[in-house]
């Protein structure tokens, strides 16, 4: 096993954002590789520190601690915001596909980390493989909105998009409604 120093705790707030980070990525390449545009992607909870925009896709980092009730809270949060109205045209398997892209990015890391952990015994790695495993767990029980109960109010047709802003042009001016 591995001690528990200061260097592991550093290594396991590192792996823990990270992989949280690159959980809304594979929202985000599964989005793009079904054909269904992204309007926002967005990571990190607090203020915004910076934003631009590539090919239809407003990028934006956020910092990671906020202040909450004269409290410092520290999360690593994200969201990829799909377009309303592709994302509809899109087939049941790609919704499934957009839901389910974080727990197959956590399912490739552990699968990769722990390969490489029983190839190397490399403690440090160990905690990717840990950190992936528990986020792959945490996600497979469905709770009010998670990668999970996304997928089955899909299979169950009951799957509603809300509280989704989008832009309508009325006489010229843009309105904003919600979905």
Not at 68 to 74: C, L, Q, T
Not at 99 to 123: C, D, Q, W
Not at 152 to 167: H, P, V
Request: glycine share 6%.
């Amino acid at each position: 096993m591995f001690k528990y120093n200061m260097t592991t705790i550093v290594v396991f707030f590192i792996v823990l954002y990270s992989s949280i980070i690159l959980h809304e990525v594979g929202h985000l390449i599964s989005a793009k590789i079904s054909g269904v545009k992204v309007r926002e992607f967005s990571i990190g909870g607090g203020r915004k520190l910076f934003s631009f925009t590539f090919n239809e896709t407003k990028y934006t980092l956020n910092t990671f601690i906020t202040l909450i009730n004269k409290r410092f809270s520290f999360g690593a949060s994200g969201y990829c915001e799909v377009n309303v109205f592709s994302y509809l045209k899109a087939t049941k398997l790609k919704k499934i596909l957009i839901a389910g892209g974080g727990i197959i990015v956590h399912l490739i890391l552990f699968v990769l980390s722990i390969t490489y952990f029983l190839i190397t015994r490399n403690s440090l790695v160990s905690i990717i493989a840990w950190v992936n495993l528990v986020l792959i767990i945490s996600n497979l029980f469905p709770n009010k909105d998670n990668d999970i109960s996304r997928i089955i109010k899909i299979l169950k047709n009951r799957y509603k998009l809300k509280n989704i802003k989008f832009k309508r042009k009325f006489n010229g001016q843009e309105r904003f409604k919600k979905g």
